[in-house]
């Protein structure tokens, strides 16, 4: 495996892939990985001749106030991990080398960014998209992954790649979790034990949710504060959002029909943890 820390060494890199005619799948990640992280390279390297995994945490989509510093990190232990399930390179740039001095262009997707996380999380989609359009950029992939557990992200992304016309086939993979529910994310290591012992608490209410559609609530209020007094009966916990949206334009629909999403942020403490469940009426 290949460790790339600039631009010009992962061009190099795509570009001998290219010469022999090898597709290209692109796992972009911000480190710290889980099974989640790792169930994306596997089926990047079933789909992909070559699998480029990105490691950058990426400044623009962190607000003033939120955890980049504290953001986890094992630069090695990452490396160790991508190594064990075949991916060919690791692109791990530095700040200055995606933003260098001056730089100053970023992307920008109106209309679905302004609600879920992005109302909460003000500009954080635009640093997402920018970030992303740039790697779609310099690596050239034929098709990029990501988890269904960053649902608004990954819509965001589809339609960004629709509208500007970009190169890469997003496949979206399912939420990866661990043994009592709770969706595997980078941050669940902030969790106290108090407080990972009442997580699960977000994946039952989303069961409960499904549940209740299958047995015929079509009722998108009744749906939302059933789900939220589910939440709200854990300890310690503090609600950020949770939404009943349409799929793909993320529209709240009076009555449950065609294809929608829970989706919730929830702080246990400090930590937001975020998780869905998509459903089709």
């Given at each position: 495996?290949?460790?790339?820390?600039?631009?010009?060494?992962?061009?190099?890199?795509?570009?001998?892939?290219?010469?022999?005619?090898?597709?290209?799948?692109?796992?972009?990640?911000?480190?710290?990985?889980?099974?989640g992280?790792?169930?994306?390279?596997?089926?990047?390297?079933?789909?992909?001749?070559?699998?480029?995994?990105?490691?950058?945490?990426?400044?623009?989509?962190?607000?003033?106030?939120?955890?980049?510093?504290?953001?986890?990190?094992?630069?090695?232990?990452?490396?160790?991990?991508?190594?064990?399930?075949?991916?060919?390179?690791?692109?791990?740039?530095?700040?200055?080398?995606?933003?260098?001095?001056?730089?100053?262009?970023?992307?920008?997707?109106?209309?679905?960014?302004?609600?879920?996380?992005?109302?909460?999380?003000?500009?954080?989609?635009?640093?997402?998209?920018?970030?992303?359009?740039?790697?779609?950029?310099?690596?050239?992939?034929?098709?990029?992954?990501?988890?269904?557990?960053?649902?608004?992200?990954?819509?965001?992304?589809?339609?960004?790649?629709?509208?500007?016309?970009?190169?890469?086939?997003?496949?979206?993979?399912?939420?990866?979790?661990?043994?009592?529910?709770?969706?595997?994310?980078?941050?669940?290591?902030y969790?106290?034990?108090?407080?990972?012992?009442?997580?699960?608490?977000?994946?039952?209410s989303?069961?409960a949710?499904?549940?209740?559609?299958?047995?015929?609530?079509?009722?998108?209020?009744k749906?939302?504060?059933?789900?939220?007094?589910?939440?709200?009966?854990?300890?310690?916990?503090?609600?950020?959002?949770?939404?009943?949206l349409?799929?793909?334009g993320?529209?709240?629909?009076?009555?449950?029909?065609?294809?929608?999403?829970?989706?919730?942020a929830?702080?246990?403490?400090?930590?937001?943890?975020?998780?869905?469940?998509?459903?089709?009426?």
């Amino acid at each position: 495996m290949q460790v790339c820390h600039t631009i010009r060494e992962i061009g190099e890199f795509v570009q001998n892939a290219r010469a022999v005619e090898k597709t290209i799948g692109l796992v972009p990640t911000m480190g710290y990985f889980h099974a989640g992280h790792l169930s994306l390279m596997r089926e990047a390297k079933k789909m992909c001749d070559v699998v480029v995994v990105s490691l950058y945490v990426n400044p623009l989509q962190f607000g003033p106030k939120e955890d980049l510093g504290e953001y986890p990190r094992d630069f090695e232990r990452d490396c160790a991990m991508a190594r064990s399930v075949g991916v060919g390179a690791i692109f791990a740039p530095g700040n200055a080398e995606m933003y260098p001095a001056g730089y100053n262009s970023f992307v920008e997707v109106a209309g679905i960014t302004d609600k879920l996380c992005g109302l909460s999380r003000p500009g954080h989609f635009r640093g997402v998209t920018t970030v992303v359009a740039k790697l779609f950029n310099i690596v050239r992939p034929d098709q990029a992954f990501f988890g269904q557990k960053d649902a608004q992200q990954a819509i965001i992304i589809e339609k960004m790649v629709r509208d500007l016309n970009m190169g890469p086939e997003i496949v979206t993979l399912p939420i990866m979790r661990e043994a009592d529910g709770l969706a595997m994310s980078s941050r669940n290591v902030y969790l106290t034990e108090d407080q990972r012992r009442a997580a699960p608490v977000l994946y039952r209410s989303l069961c409960a949710f499904r549940e209740a559609v299958a047995g015929g609530e079509r009722d998108v209020a009744k749906l939302r504060r059933d789900i939220k007094e589910m939440i709200l009966s854990a300890p310690g916990v503090q609600i950020d959002y949770v939404e009943i949206l349409s799929v793909p334009g993320l529209e709240p629909p009076d009555t449950l029909t065609g294809k929608c999403i829970a989706a919730l942020a929830v702080r246990f403490g400090k930590t937001r943890l975020i998780d869905n469940m998509v459903v089709e009426v």
